[in-house]
């Protein structure tokens, strides 16, 4: 079949220019005689693709000369449990603000190692999380090691609409599902992560960009591995990178910058979500978004049918219509529509006309 | 430029068929209208995927039921921290033999976490290593959480010819650069963990193969994505695993066994190393190799040309005619042929054959 718009809320879909370059050069890259997958890290070829990636990501976000920028196996949940031991003594308060399911999958990883304060939490009687905790509300601790927030909740569809103050302590966000997004002050932020996997390209690595000063926290005992400062030392190849997804990465970070940067990603963004929310809303109540308006998603929307029997059928009937993954995630159930970086404004497009074509034919 | 033999030491060459296949399926995976990469890690048709691969390395490798096999983001680095963390409580001794590079490696992570025993060492004068110390002079201790051994070093090119009886503890072994290059008895084990970069397909990935009773030892306070009986109670998809990178492992696996199997692997292997000692040990001493000929590694030959011009020469003319990455490692120096299981016969014989006329025009 041709390509198919896929609103998978990651792994995710990538730009197709990336992908048909990739297959180019599988067998040979840029005339070395060995795919990129095959070179090794410490050789120059590699160096060089892995040096272009991260000034085109400091270009892209704007990210100031006194950030780190580390490339790391692996996903976001990992760097939940390593912020905590390279950032906070054993046993020291750190502040989480729960609006989702992520942020409480972050708050499981560092109990072992910090004394996790709920700064604030949304979480509703049923479980759900629909609203973001009003700032002026926020019980923050006097001498946390840091704020941890997630900038966008994957599963709920909840996401921070600005920056919050939170004084002296350094702000630390999980940006998996929102990263490059939208133009971002990186200098209210003490340190950003994201695995890479939704808007920035593959799965496989993550994103950390750290304030230089926090590296020389001395956190926690661990291993070397374990030690961010140790990465930054060396590059991101304190051992083994994972190269070719470093290098899809950096190809869909170009293409980013050759489509016009996060402004022209903040207006795609705008214009996908308001289609999607638009026809939401516009269904009088055939279809359903829960979430407080100020606070919707603009990458992740769930959204629910009247029962189940249309919420089935309405899977394998977009599915044949060659729209993917709309599926809801288990722990909210229904559906949802992710629209990351790679989803072109025409996929959402296409989207809402089966909604609403749906819903004159189930409605 | 056609495809060259690329002697790299990891990442390192990979079947030209996985490669072909990989970049055919690229932009639509099996009718699917996306890339694997673009498909969720919870679909029915990547979970699939996972678990042919896994199916086809418990085949492979003649891995016994009792055994997890896991699928893990990241180098076996993290795997030689994580191992403590798992199967030793805090401040436990743990026996390490030290026989290069990567088994220093593997203390340095572990350090924080454990009494690090060195039962035995072949480190010379010099720093170097060339030999296995001989299993009778091994101090190991009485209660060791695991008897920890590098079964091949990539560095510095030694490696076990046969499995050592450690006794009551178990056996942990770093196969990264030898994992099924031939028959292994897995049950003379409690744990096998290697990068996948070498000899199972892509970086990236890191397989563990471990005794499942191990799996309920306490450990050591640590976040749940460190813990592997979280990782094996999810089918290693605890969190999103690097899905193209076990894609392309699954290929490369499928690839082994239907070239004939470890067995297949184990005689080309040798086939491959005895042309490459055999040319250096033809030489009259123009090539150098220092190991001990009974633990000389099948996968990683360092070798030595009388002086650094000519070694520079070796190299600038070696990559001319098609042969990559036989650069030494820098704590060694010279020159190194990786030949890992994707190296045909045919590359080595091309090794060897410039390596005699590299000779005749210079010895």
Partial sequence: MTRAYNFSAGPATLPEAVLRQAQAEMLDWNGTGASIVELSHRGAEFMAVAAQAEADLRALMSIPDDY????????ATTQQALIALNFASPGQVADYVVTGHW??????????????????????????????PPRAQWQLSDDAAYVHITA?????????????DVGAAPLFADFSSSIASEPVDVSKYGLIYAGAQKNLGP????????????????????????????????????????????YLLGLTVRWML??????????????????????????????????????????????????????????????????????????????????????PVEGAQALVDFMADFQRRNG
């Fill in 68 to 75: 780190a920028v580390l490339f790391l196996a692996g996903g």
């Fill in 103 to 132: 942020s409480k999958t972050a708050i499981r990883q560092v109990r072992p190692y910090v004394d996790v304060h709920v700064a604030a939490s949304s979480e509703e009687p049923d479980g759900g999380f629909r609203s973001i």
């Fill in 152 to 164: 966008n909740e994957t599963i709920h569809g909840v996401e921070f609409r600005d920056t919050p």
């Fill in 203 to 246: 799965v496989g690595i993550s994103v950390l960009v750290v304030r230089r000063d926090l590296l020389e926290r001395a956190g926690q005992p661990r291993a070397d591995i374990f030690t961010y400062a140790s990465h930054a030392a060396r590059d991101s190849m304190l051992n083994t990178p994972p190269t070719w997804n470093w």
């Fill in 258 to 343: 050759e489509q016009g940067g996060v402004e022209e990603f903040a207006r795609r963004n705008a214009a996908k979500s308001a289609l999607v929310y638009g026809a939401i809303d516009g269904s009088g109540g055939f279809y359903r978004n829960e979430v407080a308006p100020a606070v919707r998603s603009r990458m992740n929307i769930p959204f629910f049918l009247p029962d189940d029997t249309l919420t089935t059928r309405f899977l394998s009937e977009s599915k044949a219509a060659g729209l993917l993954a709309l599926k809801g995630h288990k722990a909210v159930g229904g559906l949802r529509a992710s629209l990351y970086n790679a989803m």
